[in-house]
């Protein structure tokens, strides 16, 4: 896949003098992201595909041994296929069109279904005629208050409801499964063993001996104002619950990680169009790249940059408003960014790499769809143990600045 490659994003900068927001991807950081997981969880990775789209993500996280990928629908399913035809995929929308049903199972070999509601599987048993090798894995629903999405006030079944919802499954012939989400952006690691305990109360009282289980996603990345714990956490809560289940050998376990795979293999670099006193005004914004500033509250880190020009050591609470003639295209906080900031300047945002460029419209005219390479770390929040201060590590030089 052609796409130009630079060092670090000052260089991106420097060389193209970008007047439209610009996705710095690390393809190296995505390939370690992808190990760990690979080395880390003993089952099944499967990429969430919502979380970013991008055909090298998807063909880089394929590269790296990651062969398996969550999508919700056939779209999703289509450009995995377009990564590799040996890709495979999970249709784990809980509520599916029929069509799609239909599609994904004759056209792209699609085995593996979710559904939290009896007349999905209906659905299943009147659009798929043959059901030998297909699984359906049941979703329930998990205790909230520990994710900054909560995605089971809109998907997950009651304990009772899943119980009779897998002995339907097995009675009508599919493999039977269950699956959960402890949400997105999880804070705490325990959530996963509060989920496998309702596990284990699900399979004793349905007396179906599982084919599959699925644990989600959830696994969090850093932001300047969230810190979530290590993901060796969750790693090692998971390993822990799944022990205590005591599962058959045959049954395969399955994750379905997406942003801690991918927010910190891309950051975004803008422009700033105008300043007014404490206020500027760039060239993306919420209806764009920063969706997620309003929907989960996540700041990014930030910094300037002004390349062969001196810019101010201090810095000050700016607000920050999109491009768009919309008077809520603005970010629901403030950003530490220096003093001197000004019309023509460029600012890299990190931790840009999850729920992004997926989330962009056209709204007002307006569309971020530039990428570009770089071999350049990370640009991340980092705590100082030391200080206790927050601070992040700088793309260009890989040191870390003080915010």
Not at 37 to 49: I, P, T
Not at 220 to 237: H, K, T, V
């Amino acid at each position: 896949m052609n796409m130009r490659h630079f060092v670090h994003t000052d260089a991106v900068v420097a060389a193209l003098q970008p007047g439209h927001p610009v996705y710095c991807l690390r393809p190296a950081e995505l390939q370690a992201a992808a190990k760990r997981f690979l080395e880390s969880f003993s089952g099944r990775v499967l990429y969430a595909v919502k979380c970013n789209p991008h055909p090298l993500v998807l063909k880089t996280l394929f590269d790296a041994g990651i062969h398996n990928f969550d999508t919700a629908s056939l779209g999703e399913i289509a450009l995995v296929n377009e990564v590799d035809t040996n890709a495979v995929s999970f249709f784990m929308h809980p509520i599916k069109i029929r069509s799609e049903i239909v599609d994904s199972y004759k056209k792209y070999n699609v085995k593996h279904f979710v559904i939290d509601h009896i007349d999905e599987l209906r659905k299943l048993q009147q659009e798929i005629m043959d059901v030998r090798g297909v699984a359906v894995l049941v979703r329930f629903a998990t205790p909230g208050g520990v994710a900054r999405y909560e995605l089971s006030r809109k998907f997950g079944a009651t304990v009772d409801d899943a119980c009779s919802l897998l002995r339907a499954v097995r009675d009508a012939g599919f493999e039977p499964g269950l699956a959960f989400h402890v949400g997105s952006q999880c804070h705490s690691p325990d959530a996963f063993l509060s989920a496998l305990l309702l596990t284990g109360a699900i399979i004793e009282q349905s007396g179906v001996e599982l084919r599959f289980l699925d644990v989600g996603g959830g696994f969090p990345a850093p932001y300047f104002n969230d810190e979530p714990p290590p993901l060796s956490e969750y790693f090692r809560a998971i390993k822990l619950g799944i022990q205590e289940l005591g599962l058959a050998k045959q049954c395969t376990i399955m994750c379905e990680p997406g942003r801690a795979l991918v927010a910190a293999a891309c950051s975004l670099i803008v422009q700033v169009l105008l300043r007014k006193e404490d206020a500027i005004y760039i060239n993306d914004g919420v209806y764009h790249s920063f969706a997620e500033t309003v929907t989960g509250g996540l700041k990014p880190p930030v910094r300037l940059i002004r390349p062969g020009q001196p810019q101010a050591e201090e810095t000050g609470e700016f607000t920050v408003y999109g491009p768009t003639c919309d008077n809520t295209d603005c970010l629901p906080y403030r950003l530490p960014i220096p003093v001197d900031v000004r019309e023509g300047d460029w600012l890299e945002l990190g931790q840009m790499g999850a729920y992004s460029n997926a989330m962009a419209s056209k709204f007002n005219g307006f569309h971020a769809d530039t990428f570009v390479t770089v071999d350049a770390l990370p640009f991340l929040p980092e705590t100082s143990l030391a200080t206790g201060t927050t601070q992040m590590r700088n793309s260009s030089s890989n040191t870390s600045v003080s915010q």
